[in-house]
């Protein structure tokens, strides 16, 4: 959704915008406003690029990425733009006029819009607005009308019919050489006050200071510009405007006091004396008049208005120095969180490498005793020979298999070793191949003395070669009070290794203690000890005596039994491990 709402905005964008800088500049708007989160400096900031009307439809496109909690402000921080038309009907001989001065035409190359309303007038009180385009008037369209057609046109009939549909906009015009520019109705027009309203048009203003700008009067039905002039002094030659009435026709077109009249109908006002102004201005009741504004402003200054100017002129140099050092400050602050955020990632980058490191040392390590303990394997038992097939054994093969219950110790002893110490048993031999004990294992160094009393502990380590093949059951909860071997199966690694047989009980698993275990931790241990990385597993044994775990399940000699009925004795027992699963039986 995100995605699909920038594609569009970013569609309008190239659409209504050929300038790449303003685009950049749009971009960087939005971007500094979601970092802030300034909603009116947004705005404010929106219509320094949004200049005309055709770019008005970008508020809409931006207001899907406003967040929901600003577009409320939002709607009423930007134009309120309409397509619908609205037709009101004016009386053009009522006593106050009509209400509403106009700007535009043809001939600047824009249509006729409201720019002025006063107050309580006709105009406004029909729900006309400052900154409404005329699209009709008594049903002709004036679309390609002059300001003066369209004054004409306004006299022809007493009730005068106006279309119009809202734009918000102004158009305004420094002097006829330069481009058509636009303001916003909140940046150009203020309430008149109250007066008699006529049909005047600005069809072109500055907005500041020594900007020429035209204006459009009409004098008919009314008393009077409602103004003053003056002549210059000789080091300021001229004609100026000395005085304007609040809420006269002069007001309502904008004319203020200070603002130098060049040109009334044609006739320049360069050279002319205040007589043949006062000639020129009344000789007609339809002017054309061209002023600079604010030409003259400091003639008519009091000393009081002079220290304010003053006062305002340093109040905006403070102003403008106070935002260089914010300026200052605010790249100030952006370099040291770069700087900082830098660092970070300098740090995060070196603490990977060291993390790296370590790791590589770590496997290489293991690697060494890796090495090392297949280095041992050798010297002790010689080069392990890969299996030639499936039924290859790996050591010395007996012609009658072993049974899979507890081994005398003094029989294995007498047949295959020859030992002083019978409890340190390291080998037997069966048909599968060799098994063996560590001989260096001390107990003691696992198990405390009431763990091991009277049992007969040894450490096994087994070959991980197909499946384990190994069913346990019991559990410190049970009634057997521990973990015990319930069946070894043929063939599996347990089986090949013989060291290990039913009625074992099972002390740790590659270093951890079963001692206190449930039965279920037993065989989660089990099963992850074989199926985790190695080629051993190694564990730690009490060797049961000899029937003792065999009163419940009588043993049946091996050679009378078949491998069905075999199978059979162990059917309920507990969980078996497969190809490193748990399997049940």
């Given at each position: 959704m995100e995605r699909r709402v920038a594609r569009e905005f970013r569609h309008k964008v190239n659409l209504l915008i050929d300038n790449e800088a303003e685009k950049d500049y749009l971009y960087d708007v939005l971007r500094m406003y979601h970092q802030s989160m300034n909603l009116p400096v947004l705005v404010g900031d929106l219509k320094l690029v949004i200049n005309e009307p055709?770019?008005?439809?970008?508020?809409?496109?931006?207001r899907p990425l406003i967040p929901l909690k600003h577009q409320v402000e939002y709607d009423q921080l930007t134009p309120k733009r309409s397509r619908k038309l609205k037709e009101v009907r004016l009386d053009r001989l009522h006593p106050e006029g009509l209400g509403i001065s106009v700007r535009g035409g043809v001939e600047f190359n824009c249509g006729l819009f409201i720019s002025q309303l006063v107050k309580g007038g006709q105009a406004d009180n029909v729900g006309l607005q400052v900154g409404d385009e005329i699209v009709r008037i008594n049903g002709y369209s004036i679309s390609s009308c002059t300001h003066e057609e369209v004054i004409n046109l306004i006299r022809t009939k007493k009730i005068v019919s106006i279309k119009v549909r809202h734009i918000g906009m102004i158009p305004v015009k420094s002097s006829a050489d330069e481009p058509l520019k636009w303001q916003y109705v909140d940046q150009f027009v203020s309430d008149s006050g109250e007066g008699k309203g006529s049909v005047a048009g600005l069809a072109s203003s500055g907005g500041r200071d020594n900007k020429e700008k035209k204006v459009f009067i009409s004098l008919i039905g009314t008393k009077g510009m409602g103004c003053s002039i003056s002549s210059g002094p000789t080091q300021k030659p001229g004609i100026f405007i000395s005085n304007v009435k609040p809420g006269s026709l002069s007001a309502e077109v904008g004319l203020e006091v200070g603002d130098q009249i060049v040109e009334v109908n044609g006739v320049d006002f360069s050279n002319v004396d205040h007589k043949e102004a006062v000639r020129v201005l009344k000789s007609?009741?339809?002017?054309?008049?061209?002023?600079?504004?604010?030409?003259?402003?400091?003639?008519?200054?009091?000393?009081?208005e002079r220290q304010r100017e003053a006062h305002l002129r340093e109040q905006e140099r403070q102003e403008l120095?106070?935002?260089?050092?914010l300026a200052l400050e605010t790249n100030k602050i952006i370099k040291e969180q770069q700087e900082k955020e830098r660092l970070r990632k300098l740090e995060i980058s070196q603490k990977a490498a060291e993390e790296e490191e370590r790791y590589r040392r770590e496997i290489e390590q293991i690697t060494a005793e890796e090495e090392?303990?297949?280095?041992?394997?050798?010297e002790d038992w010689g080069p392990k020979e890969p299996p030639k097939s499936v039924q290859t054994v790996t050591a010395e093969?007996?012609?009658?298999?072993?049974?899979?219950?507890?081994?005398?110790?003094?029989?294995v002893a007498h047949d295959q070793l020859e030992t002083d110490d019978m409890d340190e048993v390291m080998m037997k031999q069966d048909k599968q191949g060799f098994q063996k004990y560590v001989e260096d294992f001390d107990p003691y160094s696992?198990?405390?003395?009431e763990q091991i009393m009277g049992k007969d502990v040894r450490l096994l380590r087994i070959k991980k070669e197909g499946s384990l093949d190994l069913a346990v059951e019991g559990g410190i909860d049970s009634p057997i009070g521990k973990i015990v071997v319930s069946a070894i199966y043929e063939g599996g690694a347990a089986d090949k290794h013989g060291g290990i047989v039913k009625g074992d009980e099972i002390l740790a698993v590659n270093g951890k203690i079963l001692v206190d275990s449930r039965l279920a931790e037993a065989q989660t241990t089990l099963a992850r000890a074989w199926n985790m990385g190695g080629d051993w597993i190694d564990l730690v044994i009490a060797a049961s005596p000899p029937k003792e775990y065999d009163d419940e399940i009588p043993i049946i000699p091996s050679s009378t039994i078949s491998p069905k009925t075999q199978r059979k004795v162990f059917e309920g027992s507990a969980p078996v491990y497969r190809q490193g699963y748990l399997l049940q039986l």
């Open positions: 055709s770019r008005l439809p970008l508020f809409d496109a931006i007609s009741r339809t002017l054309t008049i061209s002023v600079v504004a604010g030409a003259g402003k400091e003639l008519f200054m009091t000393e009081e120095m106070h935002q260089k050092r090392k303990f297949k280095r041992e394997w050798e093969v007996h012609s009658a298999p072993r049974s899979k219950h507890k081994l005398d110790l003094e029989g696992m198990f405390s003395p």
